[in-house]
């Protein structure tokens, strides 16, 4: 059974920056797709970021050129530096970790609010 703890979230005034973190309970950060989405009251989850095994990453387009995905492997954990935050930006945001016949994994979530 795969556990991903997210750490890092909290409040933020607009333009500051927040660094999350995603550690994984094995060593998968390396295969498979990690992800991190997020969730605003009343709204879907959606995708933030995703960092695949071959290094490939997507953004979304609301978040291209303020949030960085990145990952560490020997530390199996993937971060997301999220800058020049806005009040929109504010969700639960949540880590993923998928890939070919595992299934999906998801952390427990953890909380971004952008003061404006």
């Known amino acids: 059974q795969v556990q991903l703890v997210e750490t890092g979230g909290g409040l933020v005034q607009a333009g500051g920056s927040l660094g999350l973190s995603c550690a994984a309970s094995?060593?998968?950060?390396?295969?498979?797709?990690m992800g991190w989405y997020r969730q605003a009251p009343g709204k879907q989850r959606e995708l933030v970021a995703i960092?695949?095994?071959?290094?490939?990453?997507n953004y979304a387009d609301s978040v291209k050129g303020r949030f960085t995905i990145s990952r560490d492997n020997a530390k199996n954990t993937v971060y997301l530096q999220m800058n020049s935050l806005k009040p929109e930006d504010t969700a639960v945001y949540y880590c993923?970790?998928?890939?070919?016949?595992?299934?999906?994994?998801w952390g427990q979530g953890t909380q971004v609010t952008v003061s404006s």
């Open positions: 960092i695949t095994s071959g290094g490939r990453i």
């Open positions: 993923h970790w998928t890939a070919p016949l595992t299934g999906d994994y």
């Open positions: 094995k060593s998968i950060v390396s295969i498979g797709v």
